[in-house]
């Protein structure tokens, strides 16, 4: 049961004053006395637990099954069972933001986590570098006597440290983790995954068609860490934070869970949401006389049109078995990965270390409506700013969750898994964006079991909470620098009292130029669209909700209180000073996303990469979007050559060089859109060559594509041409990157296998340029270069 535990200061990182040596030294040793006292690192506190946070991604509480969700979860069903089911435990509506609270227990903008780390500015809220005020709870555990492992998505690295070059002080071994194993990046593919070990990349250990999911294989790297620490220090307690890939697009999951939910959607999410709000009720996740709130609250003068959400109603026939499948997929992948959690928990119970195993399961944010209102199978699109094709779609219906697409549920499902409350993910003003799942499971602190937790919390309130049931305090000094103080507060006193008071007073939210503030037991909300990129923050008008007797916030009483508004609006305005919140960015993700950044590299018009390297990220890669740009390749080919020469991006979007059937091609797969843009040339005479691609940027498209001619080079000869088009947006979130050599991970082109490493001659390097010398020019001296070699 939750009795009180003395706690222990963790000291300026984790190591008190030094101690003085009171051994006796004389000149031979065997008269002298040893004293290792002042050598020996601090223990865990005596019966400290292991803590085991699991956060998925995307999600909101009317999707699982302990809420009254149509998505089965054996392993969190079996916890909520035998632990606690909060009801009113919040996040701060995106990513990264809510993973740095989950580091350090400081609001995200003290953090320096405004956004995703894809959107950090030069602002002091928002410069996605942990500060060194900032102590996580990795190293305050870790300088404790914990062993710290932290499996899957981190998020939390800005991208120009992504690389192999990169560096290394946001990486989680210098955050206070002794192993890392996941990705770096804020999404990835589940079948082909942007993997690092450590302080290093790595390729994935099997491929789709050899059983490999990421899901499993983060399961497996959890269970062999937590074996290897039980097997050599099993009085030793650990810290593992298990992040999974699932539930964010893309949407991959194993055929048999997904056709397990097949036709269980096919009422569409109007009905799921009546269907479910009535077994939150039935279930006292919410009160009896909760209300269900509009399926498009916001009126078009504020809102964003690609999170409008298009009624049930009015789709075809078509679209509602593409919109039914995409449900099934998502569901499926939940479960899957539910399912190899499940094997960690096993393991835990085989070891007899379940019983005193803090875990918390929850996850970061709402669910997502980065799909728009038409779903996608390829949601880079979103971030590219470019339409989904109904047609496209429905052509890959039978590939949804399989390595051929990259797919994302449209809108109107992301406010169904939000029920009761309005909108989703990146929303911060409504619960539809912040008020997630949290299960807490602990056989030996917590005396209740089966039962509901109603008291308002914070994704803040996990560290004061961990650190609260070891019995240590965050540091007030931490490796000489005073800490800023922690902003959340512990949620232990709720482990056995169902009716006590909620201890948390106020929380400010502000996320992509959305904004509102809860304080005892009220909430204001800004009305406003994330990343709608309209501004005019001062003309925002404000609603009123007393969330206390109104759990879905879906009566304004801005009128009846207008007092209380005023108050509150005052009070966020405080929060806001005190956390560094503002500027307010409610940019599009395209204007984000692309913001330049400081790089350790200058700029530069000329980039020159090398064979048989670490792939180079998308961030710190050359960028030839939106723009002309030339690819020129020295390659010494032979009769045999055969392979790829250059490669940037994945079948979802890049481009690529290679050599097949004696042919130089050149394709570049715009969005996964079929067919790919293809230019071949005629039969290759072996020798010395200069190879390349020349692309001019004539105009640009109806969606900001760039429109032009490309040109395909042997020498000094046009060998292949025509018109193209070309991103503007990344080509792909999910991490692979430019290669030399060989295709990392999942292949642009599906014109080659998956690797497709180049043989049979030699490529001395590749340069590309993006200034405005001529492509001729540049062959010269390439060609003198590739002499002198």
Known sequence: MATSRPKRAAGDGGITVAEPFRGVIRLDVRDSVADWTPYTLPK??????????????????ASWSPYGGRINMPTLDRLADNGLTYTQWHTTALCSPTRSTFLTGRNHHVNRFASITEGSNGFPGAAARLPAECATIGQVLQDNGFATYWIGKNHNVPTEDISAAGNRSEWPLSKGFDRFYGFLGGETNQWYPDLVVDNHFIEPPAT????????????????MMLRDQHSVAPSKPWFMWFCPGANHAPHHAPQEYIDKYKGMFDDGYEAYREWVLARMIERGVVPEDTDLTPLNPMSDDVSNPADYVRPWAELGDDERKLFARMAEV?????????????????????TGQLDNTLIFYCADNGASGEGTASGSVNENKFFNGYPDDLQENLSYIDALGGPDAYNHYPTGWAAAFSTPYQMFKRYSQFAGGTCDPMIIHWPKGIKAKGEMRHQYHHSTDIVPTILDAVGLEMPTVYRGVDQYPLS???????????????????????MLGTRGIWQDGWKASAIHAPISGKGHFDKDRWELYHVDEDRAEAHDLADQHPEKLQELIATWFEEADANFVLPLDDRTALEMITVERPRSEPARSRYVYYPDTTPVPEAVAVNIRGRSYKILADVEVTMESQGVIFAHGARFGGHTLFIKDRRLHYVYNFLGIKPEQTFVSDVLAPGQLTLGVEFTKERQGSHGESLGTTKLYVGEQVVAQGPMRAQVGTFTLCGDGLCVGFDSADPVSRDYPVGF???????????IDIGDDQYLDLEKEAAAAFARD
């Open 208 to 223: 789709p068609e050899e059983g490999y999911h990421l899901s499993k294989d983060l399961a497996d790297q959890a269970i």
């Open 757 to 767: 490493a180049f043989t049979g001659g030699k490529i001395l390097g590749v340069g």
């Open 488 to 510: 959340g507060v512990s949620m232990r006193y709720s482990f056995d009292d169902a009716h006590a008071p909620t201890t948390k007073k106020r929380q400010y939210y502000a």
């Open 44 to 61: 865990a506190p005596d019966g400290a637990p292991n803590i085991l946070i699991i956060l998925y991604d995307d999600t909101g509480q």
């Open 330 to 350: 998502f569901a499926g992948f939940s479960e899957y990965t539910d399912v190899q959690i499940g094997r960690v928990v096993e393991f835990l119970e085989r």
